[in-house]
């Protein structure tokens, strides 16, 4: 059998780690990150700050223009490029083989301005280089979002009525991930096996994101800051905001997985990143099928009909050049989860 991946891991390693040196606190690393600092690939690049297992990251991120759209009269033509990101963060000790987790700590919406944005050529029902038709593309249009921190809520403006409403501030990493396997860079539009653009509210305060280490010090990035967004992101942008960041990294040596997952206290998720819909929701349950046979002992079989009684499905985005789905399951469907594997077992 596979070594078994358990949540718990990265807790008791922190732990271990905090007895080995004392129980001290763990280590603070702060981070500014510039528009003259960003990346726009997940890839190999200098790391711009190195992390040990339980240190926590305090940072921030740029919304997904640079921060450059500011006013109603200005365009995307200000844009330098597409999900500027934060990073790389060298993550001590962290080789091909583990997985890195990041547990979120704390988001907050860095201004008192969202921004949305129609852009020709994207979006999930309009025309675009997959999906080519006749018809001219849709107009570029802008909306800005007033954020109003006390009531925690951003407010939509219609363009062409006096129409608004207040949408509930959710904030998340749209962007977040390590470098991909075998060297390659990809870009920070691309949500793949290495996390990346996977526009996922469940990238959210106090759930903890798992990847797959594919290189020394894992390398990891985030940005593309959300302050809400609907199932499916379905014009094309979330509510676009920067944000100020705290995280905590944990490693899980010598356990691998093959997709990024997401834990919550209720429940366990995992993604499927690819086109057609249906091979990334393919995707999404084997690995939770997998998930459930390695940490609670269910049979793969077991595993597959409880799913198809209680599993819930979330579809992230249908805008980029993969497709995001979540499966999940909560975890009071599920037995007691094993103890954690030793190393080799």
Not at 4 to 16: D, E, F, G, K
Not at 106 to 115: A, E, K, R, S, T
Not at 285 to 302: A, N, P, Q, R
């Amino acid at each position: 059998m596979p070594p078994r991946l358990t949540a718990l891991a990265p807790l008791i390693l922190s732990l271990s780690l905090a007895g080995a040196a004392g129980a001290q606190q763990p280590s603070v690393v702060r981070y500014h990150a510039s528009i003259d600092t960003v990346k726009y690939l997940f890839g190999p690049a200098p790391p711009v700050a190195h992390l040990k297992p339980g240190d926590i990251l305090e940072t921030n991120t740029l919304d997904c223009f640079g921060n450059a759209i500011q006013k109603p009269t200005d365009t995307l033509s200000m844009v330098r490029g597409d999900n500027p990101l934060t990073g790389p963060f060298y993550i001590e000790g962290a080789e091909p083989g583990d997985t890195l987790a990041v547990r979120i700590l704390d988001l907050q919406v860095d201004g008192n301005q969202g921004v949305g944005a129609m852009v020709g050529g994207f979006g999930g029902i309009s025309s675009s280089k997959y999906t080519p038709v006749l018809n001219p593309d849709l107009p570029e249009r802008i909306w800005l979002y007033d954020i109003d921190h006390a009531a925690n809520t951003a407010t939509f403006h219609a363009h062409d009525s006096p129409f608004t409403a207040r949408i509930p501030l959710h904030p998340f990493f749209g962007c977040i991930g390590v470098a991909p396997a075998g060297g390659e860079s990809r870009s920070s539009v691309v949500p793949a096996e290495f996390g990346g653009n996977m526009d996922s509210p469940q990238a959210s305060v106090g759930n903890t994101v798992y990847f797959p280490v594919n290189t020394p010090g894992a390398l990891l990035y985030m940005g593309d800051g959300h302050a809400a967004m609907g199932d499916a992101e379905i014009a094309g942008t979330a509510i676009e905001v920067p944000l100020r960041a705290r995280v905590q990294v944990s490693l899980i040596k010598h356990q691998r997985i093959e997709w990024p997952r997401f834990e919550s206290a209720e429940a366990i998720m995992t993604v499927g990143a690819y086109r057609p819909l249906d091979d990334a929701t393919r995707i999404a349950f084997t690995e939770l099928v997998k998930w459930i046979h390695h940490d609670y002992g269910l049979s793969e079989l077991d595993a597959y009909e409880l799913l198809s009684q209680v599993a819930v499905v979330h579809l992230n985005e249908m805008v980029d050049p993969n497709f995001v789905v979540v499966a999940s399951i909560e975890k009071r469907y599920l037995p007691a989860r094993r103890p954690p594997a030793s190393n080799g077992d």
